[in-house]
């Protein structure tokens, strides 16, 4: 007596490709510049769709086709080097500083945290309650202290920044193998050799991690710091425009925000693949001729 053992309405014999759709493994071979181009269309799609049902007054939602079309003017502004343009290079150099100066600052306190006791018993809980305060509110506070200027703004991003890259590089400090730790206090070697040649190479890729994720908070707190403490920069640009309904030019300034963001990311990425060609790390990277290190 021959038992049934397919499900009911499934195929007794499937094919190859039968088996590989019912797996669903085919979601998994399309490749990714196909995967990206159609889930833009479709987000296209869906906001274009709000917008001419006006689900949201078109007012407050402009459309693809107005939003992009301000998104050429804004572009064609910056070769020409208008006023979006300066906008554009005074942000920049505040993410970029308040970038390093997080990177530096992460590093040091990380190191602190993760390879002493008083860093982790006494600095790690004021760290804590540091970044648990709403950072927002400080943006006055930095532009009392340090001006209207771009200082305010560095101060800012390296703020929001900085945390990330502690907490990773304190964790990648601890999770350095136990056996070769074993093997390095067997040979007499004192801390600091440890640290240097052993627990820093074994952390480089947390480290990289906080990085990149301090690379993307460096932006948002540039432009918070410009949106609450004034300035010439895209978040300037960006509260006049929504104080004037120019939701449309909004719209292709954040595009341009993402772009900063975008670059710096990259190049962490890029210094990653670079200095730890041996470690494989495709977290957010994209595949392909888009690839970072590409």
Known sequence: MTQKTELQGAPSAMSAAEETWYSGTWIDRIPQPVSITVLGALMLGVWWLIYEIEFVSQVLLPGPVETFEELWDATTNILTGGHVAEGLWITTQEVIWGFL????????????????????????????????????????????????????????????????????????????????????????????????????????????????????FSVVGAVVGEYLGGGHGLGELIRFSAQTLRIDRVFALIVYLGVIGIVLFGIVAWTERKLLYWHKSDLLEVEGKFTAGA
């Open 101 to 216: 100066t997080a990177g530096i600052l992460g590093f040091v306190l990380g190191v602190v945290v993760g390879e002493t006791r008083l860093g982790r018993k006494a600095v790690m809980p004021y760290l804590v309650a540091f970044n648990a305060l709403p950072k927002v509110a400080f943006a006055p506070v930095f532009v009392a202290w340090f001006g209207f200027g771009v200082n305010s703004k560095i101060v800012m991003a390296a703020f929001i920044a900085f945390f990330p890259v502690i907490v990773d590089t304190a964790a990648g400090l601890a999770a350095v193998d136990a056996d070769t730790l074993m093997l390095f206090q067997s040979m007499e070697s004192n801390r600091w050799q440890t640290l240097r040649k052993l627990k820093l190479p074994s952390a480089l890729p947390f480290i990289f991690a906080g990085l990149k994720t301090a690379a993307v």
